[in-house]
């Protein structure tokens, strides 16, 4: 089986905004980690680089890891990364186990922040790939 980031962000990120309009706030910030995470990938694997490597990494993911991709695929730089405000902060309050903690444990502060980013990195990443073409979603 083939990694499909674009589809899988686009599930996730349709999950969380459903989740969190019902007002939860735990699982809607954990999957929109994974809408970042998804966001992400999808643009390292569309340019050739693997990605199995980064784990759940976020750090290594981010602007940092994009940018040393990008001056070996100058292609990246079209993905804004860079105009997702709050990505750092984000990035600092999601974490994969954060599946196991227990109710209530993220602040709606925190949800806000990551569910905010994960909306930006639908539109600057996950939405340009697709409409360039570079994936198929069905």
Sequence with gaps: MTDDYVSAG???YSDSTMLAGQGRVDNPTYLGGYVIECALKALLQVHGHGVRAYGHNLNALSAKGLASASMLSPGLSRYRVDRVPRLSEAIAVWNPEMRYAATGAVSPSDAAVVLEVAKAMVSEVIVPL???????WK
């Design 10 to 12: 686009l599930r996730h």
């Design 130 to 136: 697709l409409l360039d073409g570079r994936r198929n």
